[in-house]
């Protein structure tokens, strides 16, 4: 049995209650607390409608602390099954509320994360957010709850860590779905330039509801109204970037966008070893680096209605949907129809 002893100490400052998992097996373990966590995490005092525990861990060279839910199944339709449901970068693990609502009364447990830098969770400034990293810190939450079969479901940015996390743990991926993931083109080979990470941390440091509302409106539901609804998962990040960890979460974006950028998924989607079921939006336009492309490069870019076909038609194993007339966040958009297609899909 392998413990952190460090814990131990720094678990008395939130007071919480430490469940120690032993795991045998490479990954880090850490230690899952129970019990009371403040309303305001890491710079996140965003509702969670379900009871937040964390998962405390080691790794390069520190203490991290990874905020999630998790949320049984319903009793009477129990199949011991686990969805997984990984966020997208402008999004958090709450974010997928409903869908985890809908896939615990199906009989489905479901494991909200938030990511390592994200919304309730630790947001370390001197720490390599690549996309291999986030998959095992996944792997390592799921290892301390002994959990080794899942299903795997990723929007966006989660996307591409689902993928990711298929080619590295094709053995307890029963189905990965994957929803407007990114990285299904490598936007730098199309003629992203190099923007700095001080100046990706210029432009972010200054987001508030107006700048955020405007891209997700532009980029996520192009050619679409923007609904009341929304609202809610701005404000959200929002009070993360006028809040207490502001500077720090801005600066964790830009290193994240700078790890994304250099590792688009499309180039290892033929290595899938695992059932892959992909859906986008007919009108997602969503593309890291187009707001500081010139016009011939951003015109290139985003164009899912053409990236999601290319890119299932690379995955060995795969199957394909595309929904008319939604984009970038379809679970948001018209949770009927993506429940209709989730739900065909599950096994
Ligand atoms: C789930 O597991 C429980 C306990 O092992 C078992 O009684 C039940 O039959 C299983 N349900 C399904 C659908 O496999
Ligand atoms: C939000 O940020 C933009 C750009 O920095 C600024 O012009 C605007 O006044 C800000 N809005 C609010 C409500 O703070
Ligand atoms: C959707 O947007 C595209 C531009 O990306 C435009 O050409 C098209 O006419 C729009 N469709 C509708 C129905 O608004
Ligand atoms: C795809 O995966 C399913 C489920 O694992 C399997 O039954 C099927 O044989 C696979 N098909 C191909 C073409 O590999």
């Not at 430490?18 to 880090?28: E, I, L, M, R």
């Not at 909200?112 to 990293?133: A, E, M, R, T, W």
């Not at 989660?158 to 743990?169: D, K, Q």
């Not at 688009?264 to 007919?282: A, K, S």
């Amino acid at each position: 049995m392998r413990v952190f002893s460090v814990f131990t100490a720094w678990s008395a400052i939130l007071s919480c209650i430490a469940v120690v998992y032993a795991q045998s097996g490479p990954d880090p373990i850490g230690t899952i607390h129970e019990g009371h966590v403040p309303a305001d995490l890491y710079g996140s005092d965003y509702p969670y409608p379900w009871p937040v525990k964390l998962f405390k861990f080691y790794n390069q060279r520190q203490k991290l602390t990874m905020a999630f839910m998790d949320i049984p199944a319903k009793k009477s339709h129990q199949n011991n099954k686990t969805a997984v449901l990984l966020h997208g970068g402008n999004f958090c693990g709450v974010t997928w509320f409903d869908t985890a609502r809908h896939l615990s009364a199906a009989g489905y447990r479901v494991i909200l994360p938030d990511d390592i830098g994200f919304c309730k969770s630790s947001k370390p400034q001197g720490y390599s957010y690549n996309v291999q990293q986030q998959a095992l810190n996944i792997h390592s939450l799921l290892n301390a709850l002994g959990i080794d079969g899942v299903i795997v479901i990723g929007h966006s940015m989660g996307g591409m860590i689902a993928a990711r996390y298929g080619l590295m743990y094709p053995n307890n991926v029963q189905q990965l779905i994957l929803v407007d993931p990114l990285g299904l083109e490598d936007w730098v080979a199309k003629g992203v330039p190099y923007l700095p990470i001080d100046a990706t941390y210029e432009s972010q440091v200054v987001q508030n509801f107006t700048t955020l509302q405007a891209y997700e409106e532009a980029s996520y539901f192009h050619n679409a109204t923007w609904k009341p609804a929304y609202d809610t998962w701005v404000e959200m990040l929002a009070d993360i970037y006028a809040g207490n960890y502001g500077s720090e979460y801005a600066y964790v974006m830009s290193l994240v966008t700078d790890a994304l950028l250099s590792q688009p998924i499309i180039y290892h989607l033929p290595l899938l070893q695992t059932r892959t079921y992909l859906m986008v939006g007919e009108n997602d336009i969503t593309a890291l680096g187009k707001a500081w492309s010139p016009p011939d490069v951003a015109a290139k870019l985003g164009h899912y209605n053409k990236l999601g076909p290319a890119a299932a038609a690379m995955i060995p194993n795969s199957t394909f949907h595309m929904f008319p007339g939604l984009g970038h966040a379809p679970f948001l958009q018209d949770p009927e129809a993506f429940y209709d297609v989730l739900f065909a899909w599950l096994d």
